[in-house]
């Protein structure tokens, strides 16, 4: 029997105790999240049930009007799509330094890891404002390719989905090789050299242990940057022109520009929908790996 099991019987009261101890030192992280996302998640499902004005009484005109316009459906699909893309790229390009970080004995470690994560301390719009300078018609790549005469027009990374999706990728990488160095700590170096050792090669040991063992830090990766990739508003506003309309700048629009505040906050309730369809769908691939 172990100690807390000895320590529980000799004190009847210990272990009703421990949960009240427990309990208190959960209770402010709870009221932090009671007053900073409950409530003013009551707030805005309470707002997209308003009527044709706010103060209205309560109907489901908004959620009629976001279901039966198939715009609405095309924007969905175009956040979907958009965080998708930007999830798959930023964890493939972002895996290999990430596992790099992880494994490498070098004293540089720790300042390679700053250098990486270094653009998480310039705000979203600065970068994206670079992006628009590296990627418009007359930028700095479309320049210097007209400059060398490898184009005659300048090529379209502006103003459309492309654009938006490489400055995503380029601004939420930092995100993905921290979790994915955080993940990689349960990769076990003796499993590689077991593997070696029976005649594996690098690529074998490669595919059969370390990218097995790495797939929940990467899983995690992959759902932190699809979630700020569609919720993102900034760069597919700026970057994308106007011309690209994921529920993030839909939800701008209506809230700001045409003051449709029950259509915005309905809007918001399908994006956090996504989000609870896709952390379910997580919780459930993780439980497969794990099992």
Do not use: K
């Amino acid at each position: 029997m172990s100690a807390a099991a000895v320590g529980a019987a000799a004190c009847p009261g210990a272990a009703g105790r421990s949960r009240f101890d427990l309990a208190m030192l959960a209770l402010p992280g709870l009221l932090v999240l009671l007053t900073t996302f409950l409530l003013p998640m009551a707030w805005l499902a309470r707002v997209s049930l308003d009527g044709s004005s706010v103060g209205s009484a309560w109907s489901w005109q908004a959620y009629a009007r976001i279901v039966g316009d198939g715009y609405y459906w095309q924007v969905a699909w175009n956040t979907l799509v958009l965080g998708a893309v930007v999830s798959a790229l930023t964890v493939v390009l972002a895996y290999p330094l990430a596992l790099f970080l992880s494994r490498t004995e070098s004293r540089w470690r720790g300042v390679l890891l700053v250098l990486a994560t270094a653009p998480m301390l310039v705000s979203a719009v600065v970068r994206t404002y670079g992006w628009m300078v590296l990627l418009g018609n007359q930028g700095v790549i479309n320049s210097t390719l007209r400059s060398l005469g490898l184009i005659h027009a300048p090529l379209a990374l502006s103003n459309n989905s492309l654009g938006a999706t490489i400055a995503l990728v380029e601004i939420l990488m930092p995100y993905a090789i921290l979790t994915m160095t955080g993940g990689f700590g349960r990769l076990d170096r003796h499993l590689e050299d077991a593997a070696a050792s029976l005649g594996a090669n690098r690529l074998r040991v490669f595919t059969r242990v370390i990218l097995p063992l790495s797939l929940p830090g990467v899983f995690t990766a992959a759902l932190l940057v699809f979630i700020l990739a569609i919720s993102s508003f900034v760069t597919p506003r700026l970057i994308g022109g106007g011309r690209v309309f994921v529920l993030g700048t839909e939800v701008f629009n209506e809230a700001t520009v045409t003051l449709d505040w029950p259509l915005a906050a309905a809007l918001s309730i399908v994006l956090l929908l996504l989000f609870g369809g896709v952390l379910a769908g997580y919780r459930r691939m993780l439980h497969t790996l794990e099992a």
